[in-house]
């Protein structure tokens, strides 16, 4: 009940091009879902989090969909760029604990 | 805003030795997790501590322990290290424990262990 399954592994998208990740988990305590990417050597940074009040959320080229009754969520990268090119985690967490769970990590690469 | 710190930034120890590891989280945050990333097993959460105690631990043998200060720095330590064990260690801050507040993370100590 504590995974939080990530797809697709690797991913590759043509610069300008939607790159789509999806996450999928069972815990229905889960009530918070960040999504972090990351570049080689570095730190995951926060990129865009949703909680369950809402379907979908946008910041910039980046929107999160969510589907409570699904219990899925995805991340959109709309116009994707070479620098986007990094791995990208979904997590989850319940309100009560800051334990992030996380996904596999999807590596996507965007071709110019 | 400086953000979080973590020392060293790369470790090489012997089978059989300890280690230990520093973090200073964000000006302001009070609680600091730990993370284990490695390529087969992924990120996996190690303990969460906020105003000195430990409020939650993940399924790591008793070899890992952490502790955190009055200033809100943590470190962790893991005893008689396994060649198993060579893993990115990160360390994430928030304001305060719990789902509602952000962590964000810092660079990482890469320890390979021999």
């Known amino acids: 009940q504590q995974q939080v399954k990530q797809s697709p592994q690797s991913l590759i998208v043509q610069k300008g091009g939607i790159s789509i990740i999806n996450c999928a988990y069972e815990?229905?305590?889960?009530?918070?879902f960040p999504w972090y990417q990351q570049f080689p050597g570095k730190g995951p940074a926060l990129l865009i989090a949703i909680r369950p009040d809402v379907s979908e959320k946008k910041e910039g080229r980046f929107t999160i969909s969510f589907n409570k009754s699904a219990k899925q969520f995805s991340l959109h990268i709309m116009d994707s760029q070479p620098g986007d090119s990094a791995t990208y985690f979904c997590a989850a967490s319940a309100s009560n604990t800051g334990k992030l769970i996380f996904g596999q990590g999807t590596t996507l690469q965007v071709k110019p | 805003k400086a953000g979080v710190t973590q020392t060293p930034r790369y470790l090489i120890k012997t089978r059989g030795q300890q280690v230990t590891l520093s973090c200073s989280p964000i000006?302001?945050?009070?609680?600091v997790s730990w993370y284990q990333q490695t390529p087969g097993q992924g990120l996996q959460f190690l303990f969460e501590y906020f105003s000195e105690t430990q409020r939650n631990k993940g399924n790591f043998p008793g070899r890992f322990s952490g502790r955190q200060f009055s200033n809100s720095r943590s470190e962790m330590n893991v005893s008689t290290l396994e060649l198993g064990d060579s893993a990115l260690y990160l360390c994430?801050?928030?304001?305060?424990?719990?789902?509602?507040?952000?962590?964000?993370f810092g660079p990482g100590t890469r320890l390979t262990v021999t």
């Open positions: 994430a801050s928030s304001i305060a424990p719990g789902a509602a507040y952000e962590q964000y």
């Open positions: 000006s302001g945050h009070r609680s």
């Open positions: 815990n229905t305590a889960f009530d918070y």
